[in-house]
């Protein structure tokens, strides 16, 4: 038998061992924070479960807390995030080196969405349940299973006493699903490698590129005054309605939408084009009084090309911006009082290109494994982000389970599942991926 076909013999043998872990991590509740100061749940225990495993396969495990101002500075996290209770997890089983030899990161997060409302659950989304050759619980296939894939490949490599010619890391991380912050925070730590693999859910396709977010909230401003009275002249002292000057607002905002999409400079081959997407919205005060503001939080999505010399949403902004500046200027209300933007959340858009060796060698990896992988943009965003554009490390998601078979997403629903044949798969082509990416670059014919 080849070293190839042992590994895959050994990641068969333990496929009870691997819907079991995926199960353990499920037990664990990270449901993500979606603000700064909210307690951190079983995030450290998890972590601890994951480094007792990763040091009995004979890893260096370091689990660290990452203080206030230890994050590189950058518009994905609030200024002096905290990461109490929230430890983040660098493994590293080191390669027997040689020249040629590359390291390979394998990460994941380890926050889940939130579980509400749980009483729609067919089971326990904290109790993960087999049916009909699935897995169900909240984060089986976003993205515990994907950490079980990668830690049972470790743990498989080990017990055959393969060590492979490059590093290979596992980076188990916080806080993806709100800003990516637990993986900034690995890179800020000195994580990185020759490439990565993100194995969030996809179906087994390669996905190679995805679109930056940008978040952010427009206020308008009103003026109040007794409703059921005419509001009279705003320019002596009357009333303004500020729900209905924020429609102008939102039609920029469509047509801006609308404009991006046409753009022959926005038609990419992976991604969808870019859009802002007003999310929510408030207005208003008492049901009797014209409202005194309206906020309008937004969703920005955009794409490589957008980005600005550092790879931010700086060029993203000036257009939005500029766009509702103009759509108010033949208002008199709106020019003296123009609606206010504020930036939170940014997170970068990235894409490793389809002829990077880490590409060819996934797209080898699942069709070994009897997939037909295709190369696909990511809608949504992804950690492999963090590592391409920040820390130095191409990263690309390959996984498990993305889509239900009516081609609805699995991810963040009620009743998420993998497949547990997707699981085994992943761990496979994970471990091929190993095989491959760690060993010397073959030489160009
Ligand atoms: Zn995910």
Redesign the pocket.
């Known amino acids: 038998m080849t070293t190839t076909s042992h590994v895959l013999a050994e990641i068969d043998r333990r496929t009870d061992d691997l819907i079991r872990l995926t199960a353990d991590l499920v037990g664990f509740d990270t449901t993500v924070r979606g603000a700064a100061a909210e307690p951190a749940r079983d995030e450290a225990d998890l972590q601890e479960y994951v480094a007792g495993r990763l040091r009995a396969a004979g890893a260096t495990v370091d689990v660290f807390t990452p203080k206030p101002g230890d994050l590189p500075v950058s518009p994905q996290t609030p200024p002096g995030l905290g990461f109490d209770g929230r430890p983040q997890l660098i493994a590293r089983f080191p390669g027997t080196g040689g020249a040629g030899a590359r390291s390979l990161l394998f990460n994941g997060?380890i926050d889940v969405v939130s579980a509400e409302p749980r009483r729609e659950w067919t089971s326990d989304p904290f109790r993960a349940e087999v049916r009909d050759g699935r897995l169900y619980g909240r984060g089986t296939c976003?993205?515990k299973g994907g950490i079980a894939a990668a830690v049972v490949v470790a743990e498989a490599l080990a017990a055959l006493g393969i060590r492979l010619p490059g590093d290979l890391l596992i980076n188990t991380v916080t806080d993806?699903?709100w800003n990516g912050a637990g993986t900034l925070a690995s890179v800020g730590y000195g994580v990185r490698a020759d490439a990565a693999v993100v194995p969030?859910?996809t179906d087994l396709d390669v996905v190679v590129a995805q679109r930056g977010i940008l978040g952010g909230t427009v206020t308008v401003a009103g003026r109040p005054g007794h409703a059921e009275y005419p509001p009279g002249d705003w320019r002596t002292g009357g009333a303004v309605n500020a729900i209905e000057k924020t429609m102008p607002v939102l039609t920029a905002l469509r047509r801006l939408r609308e404009q991006w999409a046409e753009d022959p400079a926005h038609a990419h081959p992976l991604l969808p084009p870019p859009a802002i997407v007003p999310t929510t919205i408030k207005g208003g005060e008492w049901w009797v009084t014209y409202p005194a503001s309206c906020e309008v939080a937004l969703d920005v999505t955009y794409l490589p090309v957008q980005a600005d010399g550092g790879g931010w949403a700086s060029r993203v902004r000036h257009d939005i911006e500029r766009a509702v500046r103009e759509a108010c200027a033949d208002d008199g209300w709106l020019t003296a009082n123009p609606p206010r933007f504020t930036w939170d959340t940014e997170l970068p858009p990235a894409e490793v290109p389809s002829t990077h060796p880490l590409v060819r060698a996934l797209t080898a990896s699942a069709t070994a494994v009897g997939r037909t992988p295709r190369l696909l943009g990511e809608p949504s965003w992804?950690d492999a982000a963090t590592l391409t554009r920040l820390g130095g490390t191409p990263a690309v998601c390959i996984g498990p389970t993305a889509t239900r078979p009516d081609g609805s997403p699995t991810?963040h629903t009620i009743d998420e599942y993998i497949e547990i044949s997707d699981l085994v798969a992943t761990a496979k082509a994970l471990a091929l991926a190993a095989l491959d990416m760690t060993a010397p670059a073959a030489a160009a014919p």
Do not use: C, G, N, V
């Open positions: 997060h976003d993205m993806e699903e969030e859910p992804t991810l």
